[in-house]
């Protein structure tokens, strides 16, 4: 028999995995350490953890036994009450990766283009892959910005897709209305991505009266401390958000995420609260590392902060800290490999991260 791999589709051998991260337990083992003592700040998540409300209420769900509502009824009248929006216009997924992964096998024929302006989640490029689509990277301004006379530019034919991040991940920054209004105008898909949109509290929902080629992308992973549940949701269109779930999987989210979820909706007030937290202790974190000689801190309107090293190996940054217990982010790629993301963690742990990266660098 030939090599197996000969029967992979071409987009598969050619892909590179999707960098991992790592769970406390294993870094911990790794690193011979005890797992209180790992300091997780490179996944951008809550580090405050699940709400007490929460686990009691998955402990007591009834129905482990039964399938999912394939059709969403409830968890889409709860989730577009807190969105503001009619239910029929949210589609719920396994994350917002899933969410991500229907759009475009609603959309891509092969070959088709996708454009992303990079750095940007380096997991859009994989999904458009595995779904056979020709990804256009244009890079972003030295400051990560979208210059929108550049992007007058672009040849859109033959693109069915535009993605945009607001803030984007891992750099921070906020979306240029003229960029994503210009988008909005052509005859193309946006997905625009607002998975740290509580973090911000800018949003372009108001786009969504007019536009119906926008479909805008949200999560329950970062401020409502559900990642490990895995839940995301898209808001669209009717026409655009009937469209995609009629190709979903019919049971994408979980009894347990659709239970957890609505008690998060339930006490918002603890979230406002968790947020209000982060972004004092982001603000606080930013003044501080702008201290650095060694670090150029860009502003961040997310729960993390991007940093570019100076005079210091970012990758050797990264690995030193690691052997301390301190996670952060490192990009090994052409654009990043110079910059560290550090997400937002509790006071305590902020203070021992720069304490640690103060060891390092001075």
């Known amino acids: 028999m030939k090599p197996l791999e000969n ?3 071409r987009s598969a051998q050619n892909m590179s995995p ?11 083992k790794r690193l011979g350490l005890k797992e209180n003592q790992i300091i997780k700040l490179d996944a951008n998540e809550n580090p ?6 929460v686990l009691h209420a998955l402990s007591n769900v009834k129905y482990y036994h039964i399938y999912p509502d394939p059709a969403q009824v409830q968890l889409r009248e709860a989730i577009a ?12 997924g396994t994350g917002a990766d899933e969410i991500i992964d229907i759009v475009c096998r609603l959309l891509l024929e092969p070959g088709e283009a996708v454009i992303n302006f990079t750095p940007s989640f380096s997991y859009y490029s994989h999904i458009i892959a595995l779904n056979r689509g020709n990804i256009k990277a ?28 607001s803030p984007n991940n891992p750099t921070g920054n906020l979306l240029e209305e003229p960029v994503l209004d210009y988008f909005l105008d052509q005859d193309l898909i ?29 999560t329950f992973s970062k401020c409502f ?25 019919p049971f994408s989210v979980n009894i347990a995420a659709e239970a957890a979820l609505k008690i998060c909706l339930q006490n918002l007030p603890i979230y406002e609260k968790q947020v209000n937290q982060i972004i004092e202790t982001r603000n606080w974190t930013q003044k501080k590392l702008s201290n650095f000689n060694q670090i150029d801190v860009f502003q961040s309107q997310s729960n993390f902060i991007l940093c570019r090293i100076m005079d210091y190996n970012a990758k050797l940054l990264h690995k030193n800290l690691e052997n301390k217990g301190i996670l952060v982010r490192y990009f090994e790629t052409p654009q990043l490999h110079e910059y560290i993301r550090i997400s937002v963690g509790t006071r305590e742990q902020m203070e021992v991260f720069l304490e640690e990266l103060e060891k390092l660098v001075g």
């Open 48 to 53: 405050y953890g699940t709400a007490p409300d």
């Open 190 to 218: 946006v997905m625009l991505d607002e998975a740290y949109y509580e973090f911000s509290s800018q949003s372009y929902m108001d786009k969504l009266k007019n536009h119906n080629n926008l479909i805008i992308l949200r």
């Open 18 to 28: 999707y960098s991992p991260i790592e769970p406390p337990d294993q870094i911990a």
């Open 138 to 165: 244009y890079p972003r301004e030295s400051d990560f910005t979208i210059s929108l006379d550049k992007v007058k530019t672009i040849n859109l034919t033959k693109v069915k897709l535009v993605i945009l991040c």
């Open 7 to 9: 029967l992979f589709c």
């Open 81 to 92: 009450a807190y969105a503001q929006c009619q239910p029929d216009q949210i589609i719920a």
């Open 225 to 249: 401390a559900l990642a490990g549940l895995r839940v995301g949701y898209g808001i669209a269109s009717n026409e655009l958000a009937q469209a995609l779930m009629k190709i979903k999987p």
